[in-house]
């Protein structure tokens, strides 16, 4: 018999920074990154409870230190690796402390309900429109 995932209530097993030091969640959600220099829109491409992958219209320098600010929440972290893409460039971040997995879920949750909070802010728009409230 194959062992049960882990809940969301276990513990949080202790982790290494690295590459694949954890599992990714793939998502496709807005976010900013703030460093000291700007802020720039983003899409989180994908989150693990060690770092990030984003996607932003200019690459950032290796060592750029900054946060995600998405869902309520500030991840704190360096860009350890960036690559260009076609219109945009893919970045890599290690975050400073590993989030815990109640974080990862949040997160999760907010982008299983993004989609949805857009279709009703956009039904709400058109609705306030038709009725002349502008």
Same mark, same amino acid.
């Given at each position: 018999?194959?062992?049960?995932?882990? #809940?969301?209530?276990?513990?949080?097993?202790?982790?290494?920074?690295?590459? !694949?030091?954890?599992?990714?969640l793939?998502? %496709?959600?807005?976010?900013?990154f703030?460093? =000291?220099?700007?802020?720039? &829109?983003?899409?989180?491409i994908?989150? /693990?409870?060690?770092? %990030?992958?984003?996607?932003?219209? *200019?690459?950032?320098?290796?060592?750029? /230190? @900054?946060?995600?600010?998405?869902?309520?929440?500030?991840?704190? @972290?360096? =860009?350890? !690796?960036? +690559?260009?893409? +076609?219109?945009? %460039?893919?970045?890599?971040?290690?975050? &400073?402390?590993? =989030?815990? *997995?109640?974080?990862?879920?949040? =997160?999760? /949750?907010?982008?299983? /309900?993004?989609?949805? !909070?857009? #279709?009703?802010?956009? !039904?709400e728009?058109? *609705? *306030?429109?038709?009725?002349?409230?502008?």
């Open positions: 018999m194959a062992p049960e995932p882990p #809940s969301a209530d276990a513990p949080d097993e202790p982790v290494t920074a690295g590459r !694949r030091a954890a599992a990714r793939r998502l %496709a959600v807005p976010a900013k703030v460093s =000291i220099c700007e802020t720039q &829109d983003c899409v989180l994908d989150v /693990s409870r060690t770092g %990030a992958r984003v996607a932003l219209a *200019r690459p950032l320098a290796v060592g750029q /230190s @900054g946060y995600l600010a998405l869902a309520k929440m500030e991840l704190f @972290g360096a =860009i350890v !690796r960036s +690559e260009r893409g +076609e219109g945009m %460039a893919i970045n890599a971040m290690a975050f &400073d402390e590993p =989030i815990c *997995r109640e974080e990862v879920l949040r =997160i999760r /949750s907010f982008a299983e /309900s993004f989609e949805l !909070r857009q #279709s009703h802010a956009l !039904r728009q058109v *609705r *306030r429109w038709v009725a002349g409230e502008s």
